[in-house]
DNA sequence: CGCTAGTATTTGTCTAGTTGTATAGTTCAT
DNA sequence: ATGAACTATACAACTAGACAAATACTAGCG
């Protein structure tokens, strides 16, 4: 009692060495299927016991982070997901690219008059109905983001069915007539997670999030879907390529 | 625990432990780093609640005598080390002259981009690459400091493995070419200790910390070293020559 | 070259001990 | 009554060490 500095180490350290292999991971300084130093070293490397590293790892492990494999050492499982944002961003090319297997899970379909800012995003008259896609990304079955997808419903007829079948924005959009779509603009803010949010994403709350608006446009020119999307930030990193 | 009777103040009982405790170290019943009994015994020892013992620790931690870690046990803290910072600062010629045993122990050795202020401090391109040398500097066999240590890796091909081998800086730059090398400049500022450095340092959490940051140059003035120390406050007592 | 056997590493599991923290209750002097 | 000193108990977090099980490595042999 009575310690004048009571910065007060509520962090377990466990969960701080967990912190900082993940950032480690995250920063690429060790990338996918990369065997991390052994237990042992981790734990020289951080003054302390094994059995807290094991800890640590294990934390990891739950997350999809890295696997064990008895005898041979513990390997990164999923480097944060390197997520491109270019002209055409397609979640599920995107994902298969990086050598994971995408999915999506639906969480709401419906159909809903827009709010002021969905209408505005996709060039609507105030009242028009609009179609909304709620759902989760996911890679290699650990969610990475939650998304919510507006879509015009008024030269969408059949959106909603084909998205609950296709899964795939693509490929529902293709189905109602919409053959291509491009980015027209995409804005990034950082977020700390509501409890619902670290619900769904598996992070803690108040842990920090990528939030990106972006409007696609079809080759006319017309705003076709109006997205936003929360990723785990410790789980994703955006890159912008230069043009 | 019963007479001296009417005496108006009565010393509390943790209080006449820690004096006890005390003087048992001043006597040299228990040296330098060595774990006193845990507190469970002490308690039967002295025939008091584990409490009460901990409330006679923790007085005598908050005079740097002793450092308890969890899990491991209580430790006797070492006297503190006269660490001089001169033209030419020598690690292992410091801690000699001060009649104690240098060594260091090697936390990570790397090579990467360098960092923003690494390149400044070194005059290098942004972009360039550096080795890193990660730490803990031990005299008689206790930490005193972390350290970092950043190379140019341009002009000093080989160095890592030199580090590993020589563990000295000074050993290792001249197998490298660099015979002579003087401390161009040296910061010094007040932290506090993170969770991490408190562990690898065995002092609390909080605890206050000197970070020196220094360049050495060779001869010709080119920077050799960017390196970054964190004293244990408590345990080391920096000190400035006129010069 | 390929195979085997032995050795060293590395993760998994178990037991035991130690400090940190929280809660609740007792005693006693003022 | 009130508060300080101390007791009692329980649990969390971390350390320590040992051993088992799976894997990787290496030397030697055919």
């Known amino acids: 009692m009575s310690d004048a500095p009571s910065a007060v180490s509520r962090t377990p350290v466990w969960k701080s060495i967990s912190i900082s292999l ?28 094994r059995h807290t590293v094991r800890r640590a790892l294990a934390a990891m492990a739950e997350q999809g982070l890295v696997h064990a494999r008895r005898g041979a050492g513990v390997f990164v499982a999923a480097a944060p997901t390197d997520y491109p944002i270019r002209k055409r961003v397609r979640f599920h090319q995107n994902i298969q690219q990086g050598g994971q297997t995408p999915a999506k899970q639906i969480l709401m379909l419906e159909t809903r008059i827009a709010s002021l800012i969905e209408a505005e995003a ?44 296709r899964q795939s924005v693509t490929e529902a959009l293709k189905d109602c007539g919409v ?65």
């Open 22 to 49: 993940t950032d480690d991971i995250a920063q690429g300084r060790y990338g996918t299927a990369d065997k991390l130093p052994s237990e042992a070293q981790l734990a020289a490397r951080f003054g302390v016991n």
């Open 122 to 165: 996709l060039a609507l008259e105030p009242g028009s109905s609009v179609h909304v896609y709620d759902g989760i990304s996911l890679a290699n079955n650990h969610p990475i983001a939650l998304f919510q997808s507006v879509f015009p419903a008024k030269n969408l007829p059949g959106m909603l069915t084909a998205l609950e079948q």
């Open 179 to 243: 053959a291509d779509y491009t980015r027209a603009e995409t804005r990034i803010t950082a977020k700390l997670a509501t409890a619902t949010q670290a619900l769904h994403l598996r992070i803690s709350e108040g842990a920090p999030i990528l939030r990106t608006t972006g409007v696609n446009i079809d080759p006319r020119g017309q705003p076709v879907e109006f997205g936003r999307t929360w990723f785990a930030g410790d789980r994703v990193t955006l890159t912008v390529d230069g043009r």
